[in-house]
């Protein structure tokens, strides 16, 4: 797949299996001194393994430590559009004359594209100063220097033979037919979650390229105000984003303020003239819609750019073709961030909680429970946040409250954002690793059951004591927001999609029930375990679907009942089998 990235001086795994002797002779004359050379043909790990899903080989960093670093890394990244025919060799060769390259790779989004990294941001300074603003168009253009430039060839000596063609690395998860064929082919269930994991996680790849947008963005928006910053939150970063999530970011100013060099020497002060206006959110409306202006009139590949002023958190939303993310940008939004923090530290704690995240995501994407549409849906976030809480109530728990990663947290870590506590942990090696040992089938299987059975009539989810509480209002479905206790992070779910949820959560807990215990075999072309919870609705006969629906509590009891005694019956004559009506 990733074969295109073997070029040189890449620091990934999956590209040194490929690496030709010529490959590795540039990569000893263009890599950065004492660094990367070293590297080539090494295991080293991305940064922030835990975002890529291998954590459990490298050190658990920081948050905040991952977020800097992989800012760094994109200020020293550009993106360039290149021509299919490309020779990657001559490309990387004329590139270096910039200076040393630390990683690059190709894929397609409306055309082939190249990320490439150099050793130094003065490498990229130089190759913008080395830059020709576009000649001979018939269209005038505006005049806007960025980091995303355009290569073209200048003579057929740079052509090279179709089947020699840098190839490119997907930014998209695998089709259903893959995702069905290598589910199949697993072991166990636990093995399937994994495999899901894998195939749908975000790549290193994919990583840098958010990171990467976040940073041409930041561009833009540095040319009214210095010196901020734009972050990628949410999906992105906090370790249960899927390839194709959106790309959420915000605009920090707050970063400015810290640039300023207090001369406190003296009777005097001096402070910025500054406009004021009559609130705050009046200063997000004005600078969203500026920078909006800026981004659809100036920033190259930003299309479809939506004001959306007038929302609970305003934002802009727009698409960055040359990337395929659609984006979201909001402005100091430092909750949110703090919230993807405490969700990547909920993600590295323990390998099962990712594994279990995704396989619950992609089973409500394949019911339509979740969309990318707006609506009275259940959405992710809440889908995550409903995880993490039934983690919490397992016994022993697989993870704290948020409770206790206060508790566990020191000075430094105290934060209070908004008049809100934000205070946690931040240090992952502070948190006791659980001594439970459950099986991701289990939790899988557990989980449909609980929530299945769960009283959200009057009970709401609290990761904050990992208890149920009482509901504080009568939302069909209420999920307290971890930092800003008053709100509810699924206000916008209806009872009508919320008990779809509960039958489904039910059906799927009597599907796993039903199982076959024995391995399946390597050649069954038949779904099983999680796949088939996966098949679309009406594929697969459950009790539910059958029945005509009861009232909730007897109906409850009434499945357990079934799924207690059907254990042994019926299935059997089918190897355990449900009746299949669809074929993938
Ligand atoms: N958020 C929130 N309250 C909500 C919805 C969202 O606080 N009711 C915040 C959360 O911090 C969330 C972020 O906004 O992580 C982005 O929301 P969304 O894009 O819906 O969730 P993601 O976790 O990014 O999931 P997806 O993969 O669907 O984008
Ligand atoms: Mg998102």
Redesign the pocket.
């Known amino acids: 797949m990733a074969a295109r990235g073997v070029g040189l001086l890449t620091r990934l795994p999956l590209h040194s299996q490929r690496r030709s002797r010529v490959q590795r002779s540039i990569s000893r004359h263009l890599c950065c001194p004492g660094t990367v050379a070293a590297n080539v043909g090494s295991e080293e790990q991305p940064l922030g393994g835990a975002e890529t899903g291998s954590e459990d080989k490298i050190p658990k960093k920081r948050f905040s430590e991952v977020q800097e670093e992989r800012r760094e890394q994109a200020q020293r990244t550009v993106l360039i559009r290149c021509p299919n025919n490309v020779n990657e060799k001559k490309f990387l060769k004329y590139l270096s004359q910039h200076g040393p390259i630390n990683n690059h790779f190709f894929y397609e989004s409306f055309g082939l594209h190249a990320v490439v990294e150099f050793c130094q941001k003065d490498s990229v300074d130089s190759l913008q100063n080395g830059t020709h603003t576009p000649k001979q168009r018939t269209d005038p253009v505006i005049p806007f220097k960025s980091r995303f430039l355009n290569l073209k060839l200048k003579n057929s000596s740079n052509q090279i033979p179709q089947q020699s063609y840098a190839q490119t690395n997907k930014q998209l998860p695998p089709s259903s037919k893959k995702l069905f064929e290598l589910l199949n082919y697993a072991e166990n269930i636990d093995d399937q979650l994994n495999t899901l994991l894998k195939a749908f996680q975000l790549t290193e790849e994919n990583v840098r390229l958010r990171h990467l947008t976040c940073s041409l963005i930041e561009d833009i928006a540095a040319a009214y105000f210095p010196g901020c910053v734009i972050w990628p939150?949410?999906?992105?970063v906090?370790t249960?984003?899927?390839l194709g999530?959106?790309l959420?970011m915000f605009l920090d100013l707050d970063e400015i303020g810290k640039l300023d060099v207090h001369k406190n020497a003296g009777d005097f002060l001096m402070e910025f003239q500054m406009k004021t206006v009559p609130s705050e959110r009046i200063a997000t409306q004005k600078i969203l819609s500026v920078i909006g202006e800026c981004i659809d009139n100036f920033g190259p590949s930003c299309v479809g750019v939506q004001k959306i002023l007038n929302a609970r958190?305003p934002l802009l939303r727009f698409s960055h073709q040359a990337s395929g993310f659609q984006c979201?940008l909001t402005v100091n939004?430092s909750?949110?961030?703090k919230?993807?923090e405490l969700?990547y530290i909920y993600g590295s704690l323990d390998s099962r909680v990712r594994a279990l995240v995704f396989s619950v995501?992609c089973w409500a994407r394949a019911h339509s429970l979740?969309s990318?549409i707006p609506g009275t849906w259940i959405?992710?976030?809440?889908l995550?946040v409903m995880v993490i809480f039934f983690l919490q109530r397992r016994s022993p728990p697989i993870l704290p409250t948020l409770d206790s990663l206060k508790s566990l947290a020191d000075a430094e870590d105290r934060c209070i954002l908004n008049g809100h506590n934000c205070t946690f942990v931040r240090d992952l090696y502070k948190i006791k690793p659980s001594g439970n040992t459950e099986t991701l089938e289990l939790l899988l299987k557990e989980f449909f059951e609980y929530f299945g059975n769960f009283a959200f009539n009057k009970n709401s989810i609290n990761i904050r004591q990992g208890k149920e509480q009482n509901k504080p209002d009568s939302s069909p479905l209420y999920i307290q927001?971890p930092f800003?206790t008053s709100?509810?992070?699924?206000?916008?779910s209806s009872q009508s999609q919320l008990q779809k949820f509960v039958d489904l959560a039910r059906d799927s807990a009597w599907i796993l029930e039903q199982e076959d215990k024995s391995q399946p075999s390597l050649s069954s072309k038949q779904p099983w375990g999680l796949a088939t919870l996966l098949l679309p609705p009406g594929a697969v006969s459950t009790p539910l679907s059958k029945k005509k629906k009861k009232p909730m509590n007897e109906k409850v009891k009434g499945l357990l009942a079934s799924i207690k005694s059907s254990t042994t019956d019926s299935s059997k004559g089918t190897h355990g089998k449900r009746a299949i009506s669809t074929q993938v």
Do not use: M, V, Y
Request: aromatic fraction near 8%; glycine fraction near 2%.
């Open positions: 939150f949410s999906s992105s906090n249960f984003g899927k999530c959106d959420d958190c979201d939004n909750i949110a961030l919230s993807s969700l995501r979740t990318s959405t992710n976030f809440s995550t927001n800003e709100l509810n992070i699924s206000k916008n």
